[in-house]
């Protein structure tokens, strides 16, 4: 799938897995129900102040940004999605104008952590976009108190409006979130297989996609199904 973000008069595409689609139903939220059904809300004008995600690495930050950049596409909305983990590749002009969109979300912030440059140009996009009324969505992996953003007036404003800590998914969560993005990518994953990756596998969701992404196509190529003894061969 395909997102475009509207920077600078132009639309540069983000390119996701082409496997699945990003958006809400494609979370497994657990006991990160309050946060998905704010986010599902904005689109509809039912909240409209600014959300700061944070949370360890694998609790879907990135993607609950970019499926609000899914809903607000199908909405009609003129959006701005930034991975700030590319920051090194983007300039900080792409930041001037973006209060003419619907809404503005930034990913990862504390990549800009110590970047003078940035922290002051997010600063003034902040107030901007404040001013607009145009909601701001910001994810890290710290608290705005624990953030090392170093621009005190930039650091304090993270901690205003509603801030959100993704907590990660137990083993009974995390089962159903592997066996709904095995179902988005067209094949079934077995209780068993999927009971066997997370107990041999760290729980971080992140990783546990990208390995069943690498499985489901080690399965296409040897045109076999994702059985535990063929897990186990490809895990060894």
Known sequence: MNVET????TQ????????EQIDFDLYIA??????LQH???????????????????GTGKSHLLQALCTSAASAK?????????????????????????????LDDIEQIAGN???????????????DAQIPLIISAQHSPKGSPIQLADLKSRLAWDHIYHLQTL????????LQKRAQSRGFDLSDEVADYLLKRVARD???????????????????????????????E
């Open 6 to 9: 509207g920077l600078i008069g």
């Open 12 to 19: 540069i595409p983000l390119t996701f897995n082409k496997y």
């Open 30 to 35: 657990g006991p990160n129900q309050q946060a």
């Open 39 to 57: 986010l599902r809300n904005i689109t509809n004008d039912a909240e409209r102040k600014n959300v700061y995600l944070w949370g360890v690495a």
């Open 77 to 105: 909305m003129n959006i701005a999605y930034i991975p700030l983990s590319e920051m090194n590749t983007l300039s900080t002009q792409m930041l001037e104008g973006l209060e003419q969109q619907a809404l503005v979300c």
């Open 116 to 130: 003078s440059e940035w922290e002051l140009a997010i600063f003034h996009l902040y107030n901007q976009l404040r």
């Open 170 to 177: 137990d083993e009974k969560t995390s089962l159903q979130a």
């Open 205 to 235: 969701m992140h990783n546990l996609f990208q390995l069943l992404d690498r499985l489901d196509n080690a399965s296409l190529i040897a045109k076999k199904k994702l059985t535990i003894p063929f897990v186990k061969t490809l895990l």
